[in-house]
């Protein structure tokens, strides 16, 4: 429970970071945040693996670009479920899921990984 607590924490940390540089991403207040945050890592937890292995050989096929746009999905997604969180366009979905991947990974750098303890 702890480590989604903190993958949660680096989640709204891309989330805000993304709703300050990329134009088309908006974030209406701090509780907004936290849900979006809290809702992405369960998105992200029950909905991606299917989108994953339903567009794997797309995935296959552009050698896991594609994953750029199943991730640009979820966080739009979040963005459909939660009124007060907004992406306009595929784009900005796109650039948020860089940066909140790039957040997630460095969050994974500093709580480790489960498996290897």
């Given at each position: 429970?702890?480590?989604?607590?903190v993958r949660a924490i680096f989640a709204a940390l891309g989330l805000w970071l993304a709703s300050r540089?990329?134009?088309g991403v908006r974030v209406d207040d701090t509780g907004?945040?936290?849900?979006?945050?809290?809702?992405?890592?369960?998105?992200?937890?029950v909905v991606r693996p299917v989108v994953f292995l339903l567009t794997?050989?797309?995935?296959?096929?552009t050698l896991g670009l594609f994953l750029l746009v199943v991730n640009a999905a979820m966080i739009g997604l979040v963005a459909l479920l939660l009124s007060g969180f907004h992406?306009?366009?595929?784009?900005a979905?796109?650039?948020a899921a860089i940066i909140t991947g790039f957040t997630s990974w460095?969050?994974?750098?500093?709580?480790?990984?489960?498996k290897r303890d």
């Open positions: 429970m702890a480590r989604f607590i540089v990329v134009p907004s945040l936290i849900l979006a945050a809290v809702l992405l890592g369960l998105v992200n937890a794997f050989p797309v995935t296959l096929l992406v306009d366009g595929l784009l979905g796109i650039v460095v969050a994974g750098m500093v709580i480790g990984d489960a």
